[in-house]
Each structure stands twice: as structure tokens, then as C-alpha cells.
């Protein structure tokens, strides 16, 4: 089955760590992103990379890192220069086809700070 | 400054009574407009993408319309499975970026 899988599905920081989400993709898209969820809040965009070895900082970027190697994978670390990371954050990937793009999500990881 | 803004916040409804989720947006020019679903814990999922006005979708009770201002998601006799959050996005013209509403609440009872 083509899809996203991110893991783990519940990660715990402790303070002054730094933590790595996963993101793998296997629909052969191009484009990736990170998101953070928030209750109450829209969907906010932290990385995203179009193409490999290639990314740019969204909108909340700070205290946040990626790195895009291979094209099914995008992993974003939250450093320990993030105060709030609990959070539940999503990958999610796009593809174009003449021009016009959908976005799909994975499951998400949530993440808690001990 | 692009915005999406969704409406209402929550909405309730008694099965089978039909109803529409709205979703206003200001970008200075579209490149497409997306209604996703969202349960619970998990990852939204992918329902609808408009790209002009007068634009229409459908996918079992669920149609999506869209005007040069807003798009609605009609719901037609909801079922209490209906119930999640229904998010809408917008992808300015120019850009890789999505915009995201905060979403509608929606809870059918039985």
C-alpha cells in the first residue's frame, strides 16, 4: 500500500533533549512538510522541501531542524532550543501533475514533554 | 496577508439534517482550495480539491463548492460517522505553501 507512515506515534522529551521525528513516504512524491497542530489552531508550517537536499523554513522554524537525503524520507528534529514542543506534529506529502498539487497527510506523532 | 477563516467553530446536528460548513479566504490569487477530514489523534485525510470558481465536487453526502471568495462543504442527511473535524486549505498562486483554516467541529447525533 502507497502511503505515510510517521513514527513513533507518541514521543516523550525530556528537557534539554533533542528529539527526531520520522516521515517516510513511498508514493514517489516530490514535495514534503512538516506541520505542528495545536488545539484551537490551524495547521502551522514549520520545514518543507521540494526536492532532495533541498528545504525551506516555514512560518515556526525555530527550534526546529530537517534534513532531506532521500526523497521517501524527511525526518524533522525538535532541539532543545524549542521551549513548547508538546505538540502533535504531521508529515505530509504532494504531488504535482500539470501544475496542480494535493497534499497528503500521515498519521501524525504527538509529542510530550516529562 | 493571505487568511482562511472557517465557520462556525462547532456545529451540531441531528441525523439526516443537512447543513453547510463555510470557508472564507482572502490570497491574492489561488491556486487551489482543499477540504480534508479529520478524526480524532490521527492525520487528516484528503476529501476535496477546487481550483476556480464555480467548481464543484462530490463524494458521497459530502459537496464541495467553490466561488472567487469562499468555498462551502454541504453535508446532505449526516450520519453520527460524519462526525470530525473538517479542515479547509488554499495554496496561493506562486507558492509550495498551504494556508490552513482552524476547522469546524462537527458532531451528528444519532
Known amino acids: 500500500d502507497g502511503g505515510i507512515t510517521q513514527s513513533p506515534k507518541y514521543l516523550f522529551r525530556k528537557e534539554g533533549q533533542n528529539v527526531t521525528l520520522s516521515c517516510e513516504q513511498n508514493l514517489n512524491h516530490d514535495a514534503m512538510y512538516w506541520y505542528r497542530q495545536d488545539p484551537g489552531q490551524g495547521l502551522r508550517l514549520i520545514y518543507y522541501?521540494?526536492?532532495?537536499?533541498?528545504?525551506q523554513k516555514g512560518d515556526i522554524a525555530e527550534g526546529y531542524s530537517v534534513s532531506r537525503e532521500k526523497k521517501e524520507s524527511f525526518p524533522l528534529t525538535v532541539t532543545s532550543a524549542q521551549k513548547n514542543p508538546t505538540a502533535f506534529y504531521l508529515c505530509?506529502?504532494?504531488?504535482?501533475?500539470?501544475?496542480?498539487?494535493?497534499?497528503?497527510f500521515g498519521p501524525g506523532t504527538r509529542l510530550l514533554v516529562l | 496577508e493571505d487568511q482562511v477563516t472557517q465557520s462556525p467553530e462547532a456545529l451540531r446536528l441531528q441525523e439526516g439534517e443537512s447543513s453547510s460548513l463555510n470557508c472564507s479566504y482572502t490570497?491574492?490569487?489561488?491556486?487551489?482550495l482543499f477540504w480534508y477530514r479529520q478524526d480524532p489523534g490521527k492525520g487528516p485525510e484528503f476529501l476535496f480539491t477546487l481550483y476556480s470558481a464555480g467548481e464543484e465536487k462530490e463524494k458521497e453526502r459530502l459537496k464541495a463548492t467553490l466561488t472567487k471568495k469562499e468555498s462551502f462543504l454541504h453535508i446532505t442527511a449526516p450520519k453520527p460517522e460524519d462526525s470530525a473535524t473538517y479542515l479547509c486549505a488554499v495554496q496561493p498562486s506562486g507558492t509550495y505553501k498551504y494556508i490552513f483554516g482552524t476547522g469546524t467541529r462537527l458532531k451528528v447525533l444519532a
Open positions: 505530509a506529502s504532494s504531488t504535482s501533475t500539470s501544475g496542480r498539487e494535493t497534499q497528503y
Open positions: 522541501s521540494q526536492i532532495v537536499n533541498d528545504f
Open positions: 490570497v491574492s490569487g489561488l491556486r487551489g
